[in-house]
């Protein structure tokens, strides 16, 4: 290794440059930046004997390009072993390139105020150079000469510095590299790199270490930030950590996080990250000279994949890892909403906070959908281990033809949308669980656990449609009091047609194990085939996200079709008459008819589920209707523990008297007594019986028939 060396030196002192090796560095190491620098990069930087036990360093040395070519910069560190202070002003620099231009150096305007090396001890210089485009290190050589009067030309080179071929003066990955700083050194390099996609290109982060290897406090200079792509082409890179006061104190390891937006590139290898000190040029004017150069490790790149269902991504909380559980397409109003279910997870060792996301569907990668956000409000943050769901939704017609989706999962970043990850699905993925009758929908979202289930249907007659309703359990799975979110959806007949459900529902908390009942009933055309009908129903949401009313709605998720029951046939008793959370049981039914009036006695004694905290008022209808021509003589609305309405029946037992003034109404002999169940209008009849006017007939009962 000595032979080789001494053979390539130039002149007397010459010393050939090789690039930073590079080192599995963990962490940026304290000793002392000399030994540090030797050590690092295995360096044949050595000092260069000047004479007057004066001697030379060249310590660093960078080329980077700006608007006129490229500028060159070089650190120099003069070392007095004499008793004396040596004067500055003696000493300088020049620069050539091996083909004979000769560049003017200029000395940073803060090492001018330098101007002697004191006894036993050191001053380190920094020059500066504009250069050709094309110049390139190994093309360059640097001379430190003294002013001498006494010889040709008044000056005297003392030493030479040349680069061998390809030298750079870039350290390598896992490298670092001391830079001088205020007479003291400090140890730096990159960690890593990220690149998101955002919808122009990437979203660059890269975190900058630096290690004080002195033993006093500086501050740290105001640098410029680079990133350089494998091209050479150099985007600027904002600090995003606070620079203010940035102190660097002895060995204390700290961090300047950066990012950039970058186009998008056609490499996604090879970064550098390029450091520049803004200085004022010798005609006033402002020049960046580079203080480092480093190529960049740890790259994670997000980029749209084949067909996936798991992602993750890192920020400086730690990493997210993601999963699409589920891709639902839903109708709503006169369109189709695309639901993405996406679970997050921490499968770190902290905390993590939870961000608000933003999401996109890119369709047949060339229709830009937004899409909305729905998150737990539960989940302030995810535990190590934890996990929670995100729903993604957005609006697309109807009839779309969809081939292929795009899903990405964004955050805005400052003034941009970032994209974190992103899924790609083909348009056959859409999932919708079928629960079979009988069976319950158990929803586990932190937050939300609910058991959803079907108690009944029933179809209630109008002049010319009909509802088709059906009565939803919805039971609170979470070990505390809540409101629960409001279910709402479509029913789909067998011919595929969507009916939209209207929402009947109460307000309230639901106790943990009980239930909230609800109503969904849709409008159907006299005569519609219910045969094999399905209820899709899923969690309302809204501007706010999770909905609590039918107010406001723009869809809903976390959807799932019912198969739906058969509708249980009226019955010929008046005992067990199912309404709402009640169960009525008449224990007397009276007609009587006097001459200018009838009067319809009623005792009834009423239930109701206790287990059901939270529903809608019921109505009934009593009637008594002439079988002959289908008038009703009585029709009287009732309803149950309501005291605002004009007749309400209470839990417990009751008794009732409705009398009508007959006036010139006709009375025949035949009629029908009727209980129906009411919804805007619309009858659901619950019970009937073929009456007679006997005031000595008790109808409720069970034996009493119409003979």
Do not use: C
């Not at 200079?221 to 600090?239: A, V, W």
């Amino acid at each position: 290794m000595k032979r080789k060396l001494k053979n390539s030196l130039l002149l007397t002192a010459g010393i050939v440059f090789m690039s930073s090796a590079a080192l599995p560095v963990l962490n940026l190491p304290i000793q002392h930046a000399q030994a540090a620098s030797s050590t690092a990069v295995a360096s044949p930087y050595k000092n260069i004997s000047i004479g007057n036990q004066l001697s030379v360093k060249l310590v660093d040395s960078n080329l980077i390009p700006n608007e006129n070519g490229n500028v060159a910069s070089f650190t120099i560190s003069f070392n007095n072993d004499g008793a004396r202070d040596v004067q500055f002003i003696d000493y300088w620099a020049r620069l050539r390139s091996n083909s004979g231009s000769q560049y003017t150096l200029t000395l940073l305007d803060a090492d001018k105020k330098k101007s002697k090396i004191a006894s036993k001890s050191s001053q380190t210089y920094t020059f500066y150079a504009q250069v050709g485009s094309k110049e390139t290190l190994s093309n360059l050589n640097l001379q430190i000469i003294k002013f001498d009067f006494s010889t040709a030309g008044y000056e005297r080179s003392l030493a030479k510095f040349t680069f061998p071929q390809g030298f750079t003066g870039t350290v390598k990955s896992g490298g670092f590299k001391a830079i001088p700083i205020n007479n003291s050194f400090v140890n730096t390099r990159p960690d890593s790199l990220s690149l998101n996609k955002t919808l122009t290109g990437y979203k660059a982060k890269v975190k900058f270490l630096l290690r004080n290897a002195s033993k006093v406090t500086i501050p740290l200079p105001t640098y410029d930030y680079y990133i350089q792509s494998s091209e050479g082409n150099m985007y600027k890179l904002t600090p995003t950590t606070k620079l203010d006061n940035f102190m660097l104190e002895p060995g204390v390891l700290k961090e300047v996080a950066l990012s950039a937006d970058l186009p998008a590139l056609s490499n996604t290898t090879a970064f550098r990250l390029v450091v520049t000190q803004n200085v004022a040029s010798k005609d006033g004017d402002k020049i960046n000279i580079p203080v480092g150069s480093y190529v960049i490790p740890n790259k994670q790149v997000v980029e749209n994949t084949t067909t996936n269902t798991k992602a993750s991504y890192s920020n400086d909380f730690g990493t997210y890892d993601a999963e699409l559980t589920n891709l639902q397409r839903l109708p709503w109003l006169s369109s189709d909403n695309v639901v993405a279910q996406v679970v997050i997870r921490n499968k770190g060792n902290s905390y993590l906070p939870l961000p608000a996301y933003l999401g996109k569907f890119i369709l047949d990668n060339n229709v830009n959908v937004d899409a909305k956000e729905v998150q737990n409000t539960a989940d302030v943050g995810l535990a190590p281990g934890a996990q929670t769901i995100v729903y993604l939704y957005g609006t697309i017609p109807y009839n779309y033809a969809l081939n292929d989706i795009n899903i990405t999962l964004n955050q805005k970043d400052e003034t941009e949308e970032v994209q974190l990850l992103s899924f790609n699905q083909k348009g056959t993925a859409f999932k919708l669980p079928t629960i079979p009758v009988g069976s319950a929908y158990e929803s586990k979202d932190n937050g939300r656990e609910v058991a959803v289930s079907i108690d009944s249907i029933r179809t209630y007659t109008g002049a010319s449609s009909d509802y088709v309703a059906a009565y939803v359990n919805v039971t609170n799975a979470q070990q505390r009091n809540a409101e629960l979110n409001a279910w709402t959806g479509y029913f789909k007949t067998s011919d595929g047609v969507f009916r939209p459900a209207k929402l009947l529902k109460g307000k309230g908390n639901v106790t943990p194990g009980h239930k909230e009942q609800i109503v969904l009933y849709a409008d159907l055309p006299k005569n519609t085939n219910t045969k094999d009908m399905q209820l899709i129903i899923g969690e309302g949401v809204n501007e706010k996200g999770y909905a609590t009313t039918e107010e406001g709605l723009l869809g809903y998720v976390n959807a799932v079709a019912f198969q739906v029951p058969g509708e249980v046939s009226a019955s010929n008793q008046f005992q067990n008459l199912k309404v709402g959370p009640y169960t009525l049981n008449f224990s007397s039914l009276v007609t009587h008819l006097d001459v200018n009036e009838v009067k319809f006695g009623i005792n009834v004694d009423i239930a109701r589920d206790n287990t059901v905290d939270v529903f809608s008022p019921r109505k009934i209808t009593m009637k008594i209707e002439d079988i002959g021509t289908g008038k009703a003589i009585i029709s009287e609305d009732v309803e149950i523990e309501n005291p605002q309405a004009t007749r309400s029946w209470k839990q417990g037992f009751n008794t009732d008297l409705i009398t009508k003034d007959l006036g010139s109404t006709m009375v025949g002999t035949n009629y029908m007594l009727s209980i129906y169940e009411t919804i805007d209008g619309k009858t659901k009849l619950l019970a009937s019986k073929s009456i007679t006017w006997n005031p000595f007939t008790n109808w409720a009962d069970p034996n009493a028939v119409n003979s």
